[in-house]
Antibody
Framework: EVQLLDSGGGLGQPGGSLRLSCTAS????????MSWVRQAPGRGLEWVSS????????YYADSVKGRFTISRDNSKNTVSLQMNSLRADDTAVFYC???????????????????WGQGTTVTVSS | DVVLTQSPLSLPVTLGQPASISCRSN???????????LNWFQQRPGQSPRRLIY???NRASGVPDRFSGSGSGTDFTLKISRVEAEDVGVYYC?????????FGGGTKMEIK
């Protein structure tokens, strides 16, 4: 069964840091772009970040660029999101998602988003 | 960024009756490769989103055939031929044609 297991959420201080992780199973992890998508309380969905299959290319929404870092370890089938300089408006459920953004010969594509983790909650508050 | 406007925001439906959700984009979603990357997601209460439709009209694996997608350019529609109780939730359209990927605001479907 294809599965994504999100973890690492919790309470973070404004200006502080949190690290989210996602462990994948049931598919060849190293073949796929992976992403994080978030959902603020009572709000819609927002794409946050994607990482290429090799980890060599990363992409970020403007709202998190310079503060968040996505990474992956294909030997462990994991993708992570390091979140620094947290703000109150980062409060959300974060979902790990199979698929996402890539650029092929300079052309933007967004594939898949066909498998979602169960989500992990991040609350930023003092 | 591409803005996707969904309507209605709230959709009360009767079991067994059809339902329809509109998604309009402020620019064409035809990609330079000729395809149109407009997707639909369902989020049942308390659950993660689930992909229903990709590239306008292709049902994702395991999605019942009562769900269908249509449209072109800037106007797209998700239709449910006969609503069942398990269809309650919020539906989102999402575009993957233009950077960055964006989602519509959602349509909440509930049973009358």
């Amino acid at each position: 069964e294809v599965q994504l297991l999100d973890s690492g959420g919790g309470l973070g201080q404004p200006g502080g840091s949190l690290r989210l992780s996602c462990t994948a199973s049931g598919f060849i992890f190293s073949n796929y772009v992976m992403s994080w998508v978030r959902q603020a309380p009572g709000r819609g969905l927002e794409w946050v970040s994607s990482i290429s299959d090799t980890g060599g290319d990363t992409y970020y929404a403007d709202s998190v660029k310079g503060r968040f870092t996505i990474s992956r370890d294909n030997s462990k089938n994991t993708v992570s999101l390091q979140m620094n300089s947290l703000r109150a408006d980062d409060t959300a459920v974060f979902y790990c998602v199979k698929g996402g953004v890539s650029f092929l010969r300079g052309t933007f594509y967004c594939y898949g988003l066909d498998v979602w983790g169960q989500g992990t909650t991040v609350t930023v508050s003092s | 960024d591409v803005v996707l406007t969904q309507s209605p925001l709230s959709l009360p439906v009767t079991l067994g009756q059809p339902a329809s959700i509109s998604c309009r984009s402020n620019q064409s979603l035809v990609h330079s490769d000729g395809d149109t990357y407009l997707n639909w997601f369902q989020q049942r209460p308390g659950q993660s989103p689930r992909r229903l439709i990709y590239a306008v009209s292709n049902r994702a694996s395991g999605v019942p055939d009562r769900f269908s997608g249509s449209g072109s350019g800037t106007d797209f529609t998700l239709k449910i031929s006969r609503v069942e109780a398990e269809d309650v939730g919020v539906y989102y359209c999402m575009q993957g044609t233009h950077w960055p990927p964006t989602f519509g605001g959602g349509t909440k479907m509930e049973i009358k």
